[in-house]
C-alpha cells in the first residue's frame, strides 16, 4: 500500500506561481511512475505530468514550458512547479503513483494504483 497526501494548493493570481508536493508512505518500490492529474468542475481528470524514477519527464501540452515535473526518490516526495499559471489551470490536482513506467500511457489514469485526496487550486483573472 501506498499513501499519497498533497499540499501546496491554493488562490493565486493569473501569471503567478505556486509549487505542489506530494509526499508517498508506505510500499514505494521498484521503477514506478509518479504523476499528476487535475480535475476541473464537469471535466474528465487528465494527466498533467508524470516522471519515473530516474527518468524523464513527461507534459501535457497545455502545461509544457510553464510546469515542471521532480521527484526526490529518497524522501518519497514528488513536485510539481507551476509557473505562469492560467484560469484554465484551475483544478483540483492528484497525486497519483503507478507501479509501471509512465513510458506507457502516462496519461491513463487506470492504469494508476494509489490516488491522494487532491489539493485545490484556484487562478484568477
Known amino acids: 500500500q501506498v499513501q499519497l497526501v498533497e499540499s501546496g494548493g491554493g488562490s493565486v493570481q493569473a501569471g503567478e506561481s505556486l509549487r505542489l508536493s506530494c509526499q508517498a508512505s508506505?510500499?514505494?518500490?521498484?521503477?514506478?511512475?509518479m504523476g499528476w492529474f487535475r480535475q476541473a468542475p464537469g471535466k474528465e481528470r487528465e494527466g498533467v505530468a508524470g516522471v519515473d524514477r530516474g527518468g524523464a519527464p513527461f507534459y501535457a501540452d497545455s502545461v509544457k514550458g510553464r510546469f515542471t515535473i521532480s521527484r526526490d526518490n529518497a524522501a518519497n516526495t514528488l513536485v510539481l512547479q507551476m509557473n505562469m499559471l492560467k484560469p484554465d489551470d484551475s483544478a483540483m490536482y492528484y497525486c497519483?503513483?503507478?507501479?509501471?513506467?509512465?513510458?506507457?500511457?502516462?496519461?491513463?489514469?487506470?492504469?494508476?494504483?494509489?490516488w491522494g485526496q487532491g489539493t485545490q487550486i484556484t487562478v484568477s483573472s
Open positions: 508506505g510500499t514505494t518500490y521498484g521503477p514506478y511512475c
Open positions: 497519483a503513483v503507478r507501479h509501471t513506467s509512465c513510458s506507457d500511457s502516462w496519461t491513463e489514469r487506470l492504469y494508476y494504483t494509489y
